[in-house]
């Protein structure tokens, strides 16, 4: 990350994902193997104690926004499955963001915030100053946590009536 934070999309060219997921690669614990980070959210959704909507729409925030970021200015901008499998993007998804005491119930919220969790991830990372943005990011949006929690669904079946 602060290879492509100060030189740009083609210093982190030559990275192989192999590399990034089997955690060749220097960085801390939680910044590195993020395929048995991976394995381990996928693990605790088949379990049921977390639910699936938080880590994959973080996930896909994170993707969308990069993939944004990357088709306007491929130069500059790594792509998106390079800002997945590095920094502390998965063990944000699963193991941060999915705290039950902090994340919203309800499903609709639940995927709100999950994106825009993964939006501010690259956010911080392209415009801050930290070169990993999980952890800054997971804090702000349980900061807007109790606003996602206020978005009520009308029960399924149920008409809104004219007055």
């Keep these: 990350l602060l290879r492509l934070k100060y030189f740009g999309a083609s210093a982190v060219a030559d990275m192989s994902y192999a590399d990034l997921l089997l955690g060749f690669q220097l960085g801390g614990l939680g910044a590195t193997q993020a395929g048995l980070l991976f394995l381990g959210g996928l693990y605790l959704?088949?379990?049921?104690?977390?639910?699936?909507?938080?880590?994959?729409?973080?996930?896909?925030?994170?993707?969308?926004?990069?993939?944004?970021?990357?088709?306007a200015d491929p130069a500059l901008y790594a792509d998106p499955l390079f800002h997945v499998c590095t920094g502390s993007t998965i063990l944000a998804a699963f193991f941060?963001?999915?705290?039950?005491?902090?994340?919203?119930?309800?499903?609709?919220?639940?995927?709100?915030?999950?994106?825009?969790?993964?939006?501010?991830?690259?956010?911080?990372?392209?415009?801050?100053?930290?070169?990993?943005?999980?952890?800054?990011?997971?804090m702000l949006i349980n900061l807007l946590a109790p606003m996602f929690g206020l978005i009520k669904t009308p029960p399924f079946g149920t008409r809104k009536e004219d007055k």
């Design 45 to 71: 959704i088949l379990k049921g104690v977390i639910r699936w909507e938080i880590p994959l729409t973080f996930l896909l925030g994170t993707v969308f926004t990069a993939f944004c970021f990357r088709m």
């Design 96 to 138: 941060l963001a999915t705290e039950d005491s902090c994340s919203p119930h309800r499903r609709l919220p639940m995927c709100l915030y999950g994106l825009t969790g993964g939006a501010l991830v690259v956010i911080i990372r392209i415009f801050g100053i930290y070169t990993d943005g999980a952890p800054f990011a997971v």
